[in-house]
């Protein structure tokens, strides 16, 4: 009886919802709830947010590391498995080199380069290679790096990582991992530069168009109403969203 109650209830509230309209907000498009252990879906290219930390470590001499990558694809190759860190490979003469990454967390794995050179990673243990789950250029100001790929990487695995030919039989690769740069953007609908905060995605990724790292919108289906506006005394509206009127 107090299930069917219940279910009436259910009914009543789906009809009360229907009546009013759309919701104000759309549900969040949030990545959050995706399989951590892949690149999230609609990811098309890495963020500013990590492409920038992957170029400051670049930039920083004290963050390079510098390896002599074997000739041949090894487990026994040296390993380049700390993040954070600029590997300087030198590789084989007009060859390619290899070195090998074991991650310490299941994800997802972006790997910079300061050159534009054939990169294949290879599951050590089973030879299969790994497909890039994404691949494009880099062209954040100031950076030596041009390319990033991701790989989604599973933690203990040693993985070979093959580059080259290269230029001078030089190439420096930055590994990020992707959960650790993350930046949530805020949905900003009426497109006043500030969003929504209840309406948000954490990602490591380009964020879906209209959305915004500024937050605190407590309007945001009108444009004039924004931190950043000016109170109107009188009309009634708390114009700068600081939660009062004058
Ligand atoms: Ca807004
Ligand atoms: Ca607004
Ligand atoms: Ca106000």
């Keep these: 009886m107090l299930k069917m109650k219940r279910i009436a209830l259910g009914a009543l509230l789906s009809l009360g919802l229907t009546a009013c309209g759309p919701m104000e907000e759309a549900p969040e498009a949030s990545f959050e709830a995706q399989d951590s252990q892949e690149l999230e879906a609609g990811c098309t290219s890495m963020g500013t947010g990590i492409t920038t930390h992957a170029c400051a470590h670049a930039g920083n001499p004290t963050d390079h ?48 380069r300061t050159k534009n050179v054939a990169f294949t990673v290879v599951n050590g243990g089973t030879s299969a290679t790994v497909p890039a789950a994404l691949s494009h250029t880099v062209s954040a100001a100031g950076c030596t790096l041009v390319h990033v790929s991701v790989y989604d990487l599973t933690a203990g695995t040693t993985y070979i990582v093959a580059a080259g030919p290269a230029s001078g039989n030089t190439v420096t690769v930055v590994p990020e991992f992707l959960n650790d740069t993350r930046t949530r953007y805020y949905q900003d609908a009426d497109s006043d530069g500030y969003g929504n905060n209840s309406v948000s995605v954490l990602t490591a990724c380009t964020p879906p168009s209209g959305y915004t790292t500024q937050r605190f919108d407590c309007n945001d289906a009108a444009v004039s109403i924004n931190p950043g506006a000016t109170e109107i005394c009188g009309n009634g509206v708390d114009d700068n969203c600081d939660g009062s009127q004058c």
């Design 65 to 112: 590391v510098a390896i002599t990558a074997s000739a041949t694809r090894t487990t026994s190759a040296p390993a380049i498995s700390t993040k954070h860190k600029a590997y300087d490979l030198t590789l084989p003469s007009s060859a390619e080199g290899s070195v090998t990454y074991v991650p310490a967390t299941t994800g997802s794995y972006a790997f910079y």
